[in-house]
């Protein structure tokens, strides 16, 4: 048995492997069985022969002119300053420069449409406010210095507005985002019907201004409705005129909220879309919980788009003045009284250098605040990359 | 038989060759010392405790997501009371409408001493009209040409606006997200900055500069300025960096000049941005007030948005239908495209 096998195992030319039949003219014609070919075997060296052998290897021939040869120092091409040479390198300088100015001229062709429109509409506005907050007044255009800055920092109206505006920017804005991270959370935690609230919350950004100010008119004035529910629900509870009480904030910040949350929840659930899953399902698995998973990983991956909803939602707490204006007029009660109604009001007064030095210090405040949330935005950006 | 003997042999002997064969008892564990009862009992309550557990957070889960969706249509119900209450006193009588509201507004500014003697009066709020009428909209739409013309007063100055303004901004962003230099950041920097401006601030020179230009109290004193403004550019700049380079450099490889590579690449890949945008400042300047209020005097050239901010005691009874109508563009819009809405302000859709 045993050498039957073995007999098995040994190849013999059968014509199967060589393809032509044992027995014919050619196989025998054509090679002896035991004449076979060398074969070369690798060698073991040792490291320094390897390294030798490295080094000795045959130069490789006529492949490229200047292989193997020695070069001399006088083969190495030296460019004398010949006119020929000069005018060249010039062409190139200039072909180089011709590029560079097509390029510039490339983008800032594509940038010319709206810079001379901005340059008109909205920079030469600046200026020319900036030149009347130090002229005594747009007609009389004597110097004055900084007279109406000191005018406008001492002016009471200007003081309490400008503090208004910061509470209020300072209170909503952050509320607007962590209420809206919170739904978006929420959302996004495998709730059914999840693109149908997402579109029921998108809704009142749609709303005309002046039906929201109907309703909130409805809602929050003397006889409205939120006092007829008080009424009825809390035995002599007192009738509070909402827009004009210390509550009046409140009420516009639930306006802003109503208006801008479904907006920034939309930032935030793209946002929580694009972090990758794996990354969460691996911290899950290593027994990280919700909440340990949330502040580690999605706060991370968030952080850019927490930037964006918040220079986004600053925009829009300036523009809450609009619902503001048109809920309570020209002269609100006091803790409604915003930077841009103090504007409005020097406008109509004709005080123009106040109102312009009251604009130039309000750009210098904002160019502050804006710089410092994008300079801190560049700085998170790198920590997301690294 | 002997085959097998001899491979088993050598199996043997290899493996003691290598070191590799022990015989190792096996460990008794607390299944295989039970009996074969006990480890049936046994097992069958482990299944019952699993069935148990998984029941319990069964309806854990329930209960969360009921929390959930109880919040999200407390917050949706708080979205949209709003948007029905205008939507279903729209078919209120101008009588009823007025009977019900009235109230509200006598306790306002300039009936503030009136407002006393209503004191005892509670505002009805309904949502569902006593009798339907359609009368509200038929004296809009058909009694009175002049809310038409408010309405297409805000078609004119909203549509060019929005054109122009998205015309502008595609090239400009596409500058500022390919040409990156020092100055051009400072100048997009300084763009950020007059986005964030109030309207309020450059009030007076803007009257100015209109009032030069000659176009004070046309159509053009708010168009203009609107097409230039630079929240468009703010946003789509920051959508187009998101574009790989390894795609424009594939492009001017390929002998793409830069209009072709703007045109073929740039602007399909921010195809949603740009739609959300176009939503976006839709509904902004659709909602316009403060411009129009100061830059157009004449009231004829006035959009019906201004109207609608001034309604008072004598146009209430038309004011919820005004609004819906006035809402139909916007939701339309909104509904167009509200997937691109959503893909496009995220910033995320071209990785």
Known sequence: MDSRIEKNNQISDKGEVTGIRPGSAIAKSDKDPKEVKEVKRAVILSEEERDLAIINRPKPKNVTPLAGQKLTPKDIPVFEDTPERRQKLELRKKRHFKRKLRDWGIFTGYLTPSFAGVLVFFFLPLLMLLKTSFQKSPTNTDFVGFRNYERVLTNEAFISASENTLTFALISVPLAVILALLIALLLNSGLPGKSLFRSFLLNPMMVPVASVVLIWQVFFSYNGVVNGITAQLFEGARKIDWLKSEYAQVVIMLLFLWKNLGYNMVLFLAALNSIPNEILESAAMDGAGPIKRFFSIKLHYLSPTIFFVGIMSLINSFKIFREVYLLTGDYPFDNLYMLQHFMNNKFTQLDYSLLSSGAIVMCIVMIIIVGGLFFAESKFDKDVEE | MDDIKRIERKKQATLARRHIYTQVKKPETFITSMTEEAREAFFASEKKRIQTNLKKRKIRNGVITG??????????AFALIPIFFTFLNSFMSSEEIVANYKVVFQSMSGHATEGATYMSRMPVLKLIPEEVTISQYTTLLFMNPEYLFKYWNSLLLTLPIVAGQMIVACLASYSFARYRRKRREVLFFSYIILMLMPFQVTLVPNYMIADTLGILNTVWAIILP????????????????QIPSGYIEAATLDGA???????????????????????????DYWNMVEQPLVLLTDASKQPLSVFLSQINEPELGIAFAASSVYMIPPLLIFFWGEDYLVEGISRSGIK
Do not use: D, H
């Open chain 2, 67 to 76: 929390f959930g969706i109880f919040a999200a249509v407390l917050i949706s």
């Open chain 2, 226 to 241: 609107g097409i230039f403004s630079t929240f468009a550019i703010f946003l789509l700049t920051k959508y187009m960096r």
């Open chain 2, 257 to 283: 000049s830069e209009w072709q590579i703007f045109t073929n690449i740039a602007l399909p890949l921010c195809k949603n941005a740009i739609f959300a945008l176009t939503i976006l400042l839709f509904i």
